[in-house]
């Protein structure tokens, strides 16, 4: 009887064919229907812009294929303005304020507006060896402000410890959301680092509890640019 009782083990390897199900071992976000574009990075994205906004509707998503040109973190270096003088003292500033020190590599801004309540699905991947990835994300209304996690309070995409980083965060509609991705270098004496990356970013439905939805992973090589 035992054997008989595990003969179709593990389920998943025998679920009937037509059943709606993922593989197994394949990420829960990919149950998430999205349909992609895939942007190559722009050459003016050093800075956020106030029409730079790309409109985002639940179900639709971006990749964008990058490099940064450099990365790394200096403690003693100070940050730097988003949005330029706002009269909001240190609010508009990249990294977070009350960090200390600041980015002395590459940024590459990415900028959504959803049409939406939703949840913004984030996430960067570093294709070399020399860096670490952080992706923030800030609400950029006249005095830029980080997104942080919900239950943390951590800012969120920051001070991560992977070359690989994913958030999501429920955000408002109509709000201009701008993505920040950077590199921090973790062997100093390398020198100059270039970074490919695959940056996405996409709409989802929340959760019916009002908890940020499930977020998928693209499958850059099977999207259309």
């Given at each position: 009887m035992l054997g008989a009782g595990c003969a179709e083990w593990p389920r998943y390897e025998?679920?009937?064919e037509g059943v709606d199900a993922l593989e197994g071992g394949?990420?829960?976000?990919?149950?998430v229907d999205v349909h992609w574009t895939v942007l190559q990075e722009s050459e003016d994205n050093d800075m956020a812009a106030p029409d730079g906004a790309h409109q985002l509707?639940?179900?639709?998503?971006?990749?964008?294929?990058?490099?940064?040109?450099?990365?790394?973190?200096?403690?003693?270096?100070?940050?730097?303005?988003?949005?330029?003088?706002?009269?909001?003292g240190e609010a508009d500033t990249v990294p977070p304020e009350g960090v200390v020190g600041n980015y002395t590599g590459d940024l590459d801004w990415f900028e959504v507006k959803p049409t939406t309540e939703a949840t913004l699905c984030g996430r960067l991947e570093l294709k070399g060896e020399?860096?670490?990835?952080?992706?923030?994300?800030?609400?950029?209304?006249?005095?830029?402000?980080?997104?942080?996690?919900?239950?943390?309070?951590a800012f969120l995409g920051f001070n991560t410890s992977g070359r690989v980083v994913s958030w999501s965060a429920n955000v408002a509609a109509d709000t201009h959301y701008g993505v920040l991705a950077a590199g921090v270098e973790l062997d100093l004496l390398s020198g100059m680092v270039l970074e490919?990356?695959?940056l996405s970013v996409a709409l989802v439905a929340p959760s019916d509890e009002g908890e940020p939805g499930l977020c998928p992973v693209p499958d850059v090589e099977s999207v259309t640019p």
């Open positions: 025998h679920i009937d394949e990420e829960p976000g990919n149950a509707e639940t179900g639709i998503g971006y990749v964008v294929l990058g490099r940064l040109n450099n990365a790394g973190w200096d403690t003693e270096a100070s940050a730097q303005s988003i949005s330029g003088d706002t009269g909001c020399g860096s670490q990835a952080d992706l923030l994300a800030y609400a950029l209304d006249e005095c830029a402000s980080v997104l942080s996690d919900d239950e943390t309070g490919n990356y695959v």
